[in-house]
């Protein structure tokens, strides 16, 4: 049986229609897609990942779904022309300890906590399903601590899921922590950055609890 070529775009991802409360929250769908046999889910954090994989996706005959922003976002990938589709991911900066691995709206919020805490790695995860899992692990293998970002539910299959899987086949000890949403649906009403901080994801929240956090490993 032929795998049918049916693209399934998702428009207004995580909060991005803030305003119009939980009936507009899309938080779950990274984990239900992913859990959809044959389908490749893509997951762009700027306009030109969206706008190169056209050209890509045509050739691609299966079933797509692509999760889009439901606001303009800034321009990550303006000056970098190396991406690769089938790689599925982009080492965005390379730090010592410390790695940020986000995918979508949450790349930004990794980049601008990447600027303040300094000699931390940021890896943009564009694909999701399927990506070259030995690849992300070879980006993933030189950090002692990872944690994941991501605007959707976390423990349910989403991008920690993804992370936690590639580290734990392969047998390697790293310190994780997974941030994003617990599983309930956000009913308090305002922008996206007043709903971040009341669940812990602004940009001050996330660096306090990966100081935190790793502290209490050095301290031992």
């Known amino acids: 049986v032929k795998p049918i070529n049916v693209n399934l775009v998702g428009v207004g991802t995580g909060l991005s229609y803030n305003l119009s409360g939980p009936s507009h929250h899309c938080l779950e769908d990274i984990s239900i897609m992913r859990f959809m046999p044959n389908f490749m889910v893509f997951s762009p954090s700027d306009w030109k990942l969206a706008k190169n994989f056209?050209?890509?996706?045509?050739?691609?005959?299966?079933?797509?779904?692509?999760?889009?922003?439901?606001?303009?976002?800034?321009?990550?990938?303006?000056?970098?022309?190396?991406?690769?589709?089938d790689k599925g991911f982009y080492e965005l900066s390379r730090g010592e300890e410390i790695c940020l691995v986000s995918t979508s709206f949450m790349t930004h919020r990794a980049l601008e906590v990447a600027k303040i805490?300094?000699?931390?790695?940021?890896?943009?995860?564009?694909?999701?399903?399927?990506?070259?899992?030995?690849?992300?692990?070879?980006?993933?293998?030189?950090?002692?601590?990872?944690?994941?970002?991501?605007?959707?539910?976390?423990?349910?299959?989403?991008?920690?899921?993804?992370?936690?899987?590639?580290?734990?086949?392969?047998?390697?000890?790293?310190?994780?922590?997974?941030?994003?949403?617990?599983?309930?649906h956000i009913f308090e009403v305002g922008d996206r950055d007043y709903l971040h901080r009341l669940n812990n994801l602004d940009e001050n929240s996330i660096i306090k609890i990966i100081k935190e956090w790793i502290k209490q490993y050095k301290d031992k």
């Open 54 to 85: 056209v050209d890509y996706s045509i050739n691609i005959k299966m079933p797509k779904y692509l999760r889009f922003d439901g606001k303009p976002l800034p321009l990550i990938y303006e000056k970098i022309n190396d991406i690769s589709f």
């Open 117 to 184: 805490l300094q000699n931390i790695g940021v890896i943009d995860v564009f694909m999701l399903k399927p990506f070259n899992e030995s690849a992300l692990f070879d980006a993933l293998k030189k950090y002692k601590y990872v944690i994941t970002l991501e605007e959707g539910f976390i423990n349910s299959g989403g991008l920690d899921s993804l992370v936690l899987k590639i580290l734990r086949d392969r047998q390697f000890n790293v310190k994780v922590k997974n941030l994003g949403f617990n599983d309930k």
